[in-house]
């Protein structure tokens, strides 16, 4: 123990450790030098009222007011039962339990300093006679530091004030030792009722050393054998905790909610951020920040987090102040305040923000790795670090979290609608289930070919997207369909692994035209500009597994170097389960309360920050293999289906979600909410009636009408539950793919290719369901090669969408003309695809025997008439009905349609056998024969649609209404 006079050497030495943009100056540093690093730095703090005996933390948030410079503090002590982190330390050989019960802390920024004040008090117990017990607070001291970087490494004052002293006993954590003064005569006060004494210790500590942590334990020396006792916090037997904690120009933060979010009661403005993270099993976390103004070299900042203070349960929190004079992070660029906060200038590009975690490796602890920093699983925007670390023995990490989009809160997003005077009109109406069609595309793919003819990168980005709404709006679909925009794992050099994401939060950077930094921005943009021209967004989710490796080849980049345990699925070998189907992918599991909570307020926040109004949810991994682990647990489901901020998935709900193909739970989720599917027989239904496969009538019905057999009550198609597609994207083959190998296997005339495709197309457009069709589909776009009626000229492009394909008055733009009426007729004849195919009746091609629905010998032909009002139907009153006949046979087959009524005519509105613009012209066609025939060419659909006569209307001499190719 030495005086403070010699205390100034010591402190050099400690500070040579740290990196010198950390280090608070030592007592050599020009004023001038203390006040600019002042400025810097937030004295004002949070309330906090800590209750180590529960485990649990009491908050009160801040007020309006941006500066708060009182916080308390109250802890309960462990009564002597202290870790024996410090027993060796304090050369002590045994503890005498001090019996000390509250410890009640206060810090106060006042100028340029922080006054710390410290009360101990104990209870008071009287004896038979009413003689208080003798006072334990005598010869008490508290021996204390300051810690920023490292838990374990303290930093001492360069000057300490009168009455302190200097503690190098331990000379891997030097410490000062301050006295308690207790009250004259030991003097007895009553507090909440109760008898009790205390002793208290005042002192200053000077501004420009924040933001840091003030730690300190109990220490009560016998004046007889001079035995040293020591009393910590009392905590848990699971933290690894052994001091007190006061946070200095910083707050403890609250546990909720998890992630990076704001503490202002201001929605802008400067204020406090809060930064939550779930860790069961990391016994030391630091919180790493990184900021850089233009041109300059990054600044670092990392603060350790006591559990003492900084843990509740398994969440680890802290709040710093930013936006402030004197606070410790600036705002980003873009920053918008309001009246109340006048725009700053401000030349700093990005806040970024990571983690360090380490463990006990006999406890799981053996994946932690406390050298490189990982990203919050709930961060919002992921870009590369702005530079390396201070600390070389730090591992550069691939991605970091940025607060560009938390600190700003809503206004950086609107920034540039602002500056344009550009209303958005996000509401939109509703379509219902009869009137949708989905189209599906990839960001990436969509516009990157360079005949989308877009600025220097912008293709394929969201910005991409937005330039072409226009063409999406011309196709005539309502709902787009986004194929998975999580950011993406990365297992390899060159090698990506496809669906497998490394964040359920964050979009791709690299759907970003600047890079990276404004990929929340753009995509919000994206979403708000298909709204506003009445087009819904949904969204591809994988949610089963994540690409950090396994644990024989990890790349940790969050969950697995966080809390493995708590949300990776662990084998009865102890190593992480790998998904087979998935390179480099760990399978999550579903029935941990930590991975329900991720899922959840994943889809939460895809919701609520960028108003995507649905998902199609991939509970499982959809590669067929039986031995697969990854799907989600129906407890899963049933909380998505009772979530108030999904809205109740179902029926009218805000939120609609669709289970993707697979292998789906066996306890029904329908039971909690109304989950739609995706209908993965679809497309096999269709393809095996064109291809003449025995037997494949009665499927192709079933198809037509919904899967009736598959969805029904509640599930079934009226209730928008049914998602229909001739493909099963991205891992399947494209529409003119498919129609190529069928038409291979079936010798098909090339030419006849296109006739093929557009059938299909028909077929998927007046079947129950929601029909889904694929970017590219349009104009016959092939992954392997075209199609040779369309596009033969094309070079083969495995993936991107081909705009040269769309080009006017070429087979692309004919195509997309095809599909444009088709939407329009869907759009327009909603009620015959209402009834969940309860309006459908089936006969054969001569209108009266019934359809061999089994009958493997059958021919693949059908005819089916949906009728426009079951009521109608009863009261014989006349509808506008529709027919439909399906030819999938190489020959020319006449069906008897029957001529209409009175006042009636029947209109052509589809014809695949004819060219453009004839087979979606709306015409009006007269039947031949006295029972009214038409000739349907081979491998061809017809619709035709009853309709009102118009006055002018004269029938046509009565002719075969065929129409040679």
Known sequence: ???????????????????????????????????????????????????????????????????????????????????SDFAPRLGSHHHLPIRLKFVNAETEAINDEYRVKVEVAEHVNYDIIGKPNKSSLTHLSIHWGLHREWLDEWLCLPDLPR??????????????????????????????????????????IPAYFAPLELDFVLVR?????????????????????????????????????????????ERMGPGWVNFALHSATATKVTLILQWTNCGEAPETLELALNPTTHRTGDIWHVALPFGMQESVLPVPVQGYFTDKYPMQTTTTTAVLYGYKCDGDTTQDGWRFHPAQVMFDPRASLLVPPLGPFPDPNTIVPRYMGSLTDVLNDGAFQLAKYRAQDFVVTTAHVRQIPAQEVIYELSVSDFTAHTSAYLPPGQAGTFAGVLSKVDYIVSTGVTTVLLQSVFTPGNMHIGVSSEGAPISFFAPNPAYAKSGGSLAVHELREMVRGLHSHGIEVLMHTVLTYMGEGTDMDPNSASLRGIDPVSYYKVGYSGVLEANECALGAAVLDSKSTATQGLILDALRHWRTAFGIDGFILHSSCDCGDSACQASLHPVVLESIALDPVLGGVGKGASV???????????????????????????????????????GSVGAFMSCICGSANHFRKSRCTSQGHVLNTLTISPKDMSLADLVSELGTRTKLEPRLSGVVLRSMLVCLFVSDGIPMISSGDEYGHSSFGQVSSLSSSLETEPTVFRWDATAKYSEGACMRSFIAALCAFRHRRADLFSAGGNNVSWSGLDGATPNAWNDPLAPSVAMCRRTASTLSRQLRTTTQDVVVIFNGSAELVPAVVGHPPPGFVWVRVIDTSLVFPSDCALTSVTLAGPRGTYLVAPHTVLVLEMAPSPLEHVNPTADLAYVDR
Do not use: W
């Open 221 to 265: 020396k016998d004046p007889v054998t001079n035995i040293e006792s020591i009393d910590g916090p009392r905590t848990n037997n699971t933290r690894h905790a052994s001091t007190f904690a006061l946070p200095l120009g910083m707050a403890a933060g609250v546990p909720a909610p998890l992630g990076a979010s704001r503490l202002s009661p």
């Open 656 to 694: 609609r979600v669709f289970l993707g193909p697979g292998r789906n739970p066996t306890l029904s989720p329908h039971h909690f909410g109304g989950f739609g599917e995706v209908n993965a027989s679809y497309g096999d239904g269709i393809a095996q009636f064109f291809e003449r496969i025995p």
């Open 163 to 204: 009455g302190h002293e200097f503690d190098d006993v331990d000379s891997s954590r030097p410490a000062m030792r301050t006295s308690l003064a207790t009250r004259p005569g030991d003097e007895i006060f009553f507090r909440g009722g109760f008898p009790m004494r205390s002793a208290q210790a005042k002192f200053e």
């Open 1 to 83: 123990m030495v005086s403070a006079t010699s205390t100034t050497r010591t402190f050099d030495i400690i500070c040579r450790r740290v990196s010198p943009t950390h280090i608070a100056p030592s007592s050599v540093t020009p004023a001038g030098a203390r006040e600019s690093l002042t400025a810097r730095r937030r004295r004002a703090l949070l309330t906090v009222f800590a209750n180590s005996t529960t485990g649990h933390l009491q908050f009160a948030r801040p007020s309006g007011n941006a500066r708060e410079p009182l916080a308390k503090y109250t802890f309960h002590t462990a009564d002597g039962r202290l870790a």
